[in-house]
């Protein structure tokens, strides 16, 4: 379980990105977290991994509170959390295998890493977890010759790699077009239940969290305005998270996609896919 209490950060400019978030993420759920651009989504990530330091307040994982640990107890708390990015962060030069593999970097240490000397447990693992992304045909493909949807399948198989107990997620699918992108967040949440994770994902796109996770999370200018199931989303709760806007439109998208199982097109788009000209 992953517990937040009292986590805020204000940066040396005297903004105040995260004010006093209370949180607890149990083993198997998958939350989102969703607010507007410079709510404190992605600080609140980083502060969890200790990529940003926080101000004052607690993060503490299966009973250790990592924002007091350092040095090389700090890099052992951190192998315990997976990161997937939204620029998927691979290294290009290197097979799909390769970097799946350096997923075990922090257990194998950089000189097995560079030479490649994995134990054979950790090649059968990558094997394993490639064959369950879908990407077992594509070993010895190298990262710069793969579609964004394949880079994060390679990026979700090196997560995985280094056992974690949490799982945070960086927009996952900015990049990626709506069929995608529903194929991305389907495998991270099956994944995350499979093997037990508490996961948090920092996305943009509501509809498509309302469709595949345990709850969802809303910060608005750093503070905590919302916490529930997907279904609790309403307008009214949008507007709260957001700002004033017409969410009846957003709602219909939603069920109609929900329906169809299909992403939603407005009819200009369909009709210069049709053929007619913009």
Request: charged fraction near 25%; proline fraction near 5%.
């Amino acid at each position: 379980m992953l517990t937040l209490t009292g986590l805020t950060k204000r940066y040396s400019t005297g903004d105040l990105a995260l004010q006093d978030i209370n949180l607890e993420v149990p083993a198997g759920q998958v939350m989102a977290l969703i607010g507007p651009s410079g709510a404190g989504k992605s600080t609140l990530i980083r502060c969890v991994n200790r990529l940003v330091e926080p101000s004052s307040g607690r993060v503490v994982l299966d009973g250790e509170d990592i924002t007091r640990v350092r040095g090389n107890r700090l890099r052992q708390a951190r192998r315990q959390i997976g990161m997937i990015f939204q620029n998927y962060a691979l290294v290009e030069r290197l097979s799909v295998m390769e970097n799946v593999l350096s997923g075990r970097l922090a257990y194998v240490g950089f000189w097995r890493s560079f030479l490649r000397q994995f134990p054979q447990s950790d090649v059968e693992q990558a094997f394993h977890l490639l064959e369950r992304v879908g990407l077992e045909q594509m070993l010895d493909k190298r990262g710069d010759e793969l579609s964004g949807g394949q880079k994060q399948r390679v990026g979700i198989a090196r997560a995985l790699m280094q056992n974690p107990k949490l799982l945070l997620v960086d927009e996952p699918t900015a990049s990626l077009d709506p069929k995608t992108s529903r194929q991305i967040m389907r495998l991270i949440c099956e994944l995350s239940r499979e093997q037990n994770l508490a996961s948090i994902i920092n996305i943009h796109d509501v509809i498509l969290a309302q469709q595949f996770v345990d709850r969802v999370v809303g910060l608005r200018g750093g503070e905590l305005v919302f916490d529930g199931p997907p279904s609790e989303l309403t307008p009214e709760i949008l507007t709260t998270i957001y700002g004033e806007e017409d969410w009846s439109t957003e709602e219909a998208a939603g069920d109609d996609e929900a329906e169809t199982g299909e992403p939603v097109r407005d009819p200009a788009t369909a009709a210069i896919e049709k053929g007619a000209h913009p």
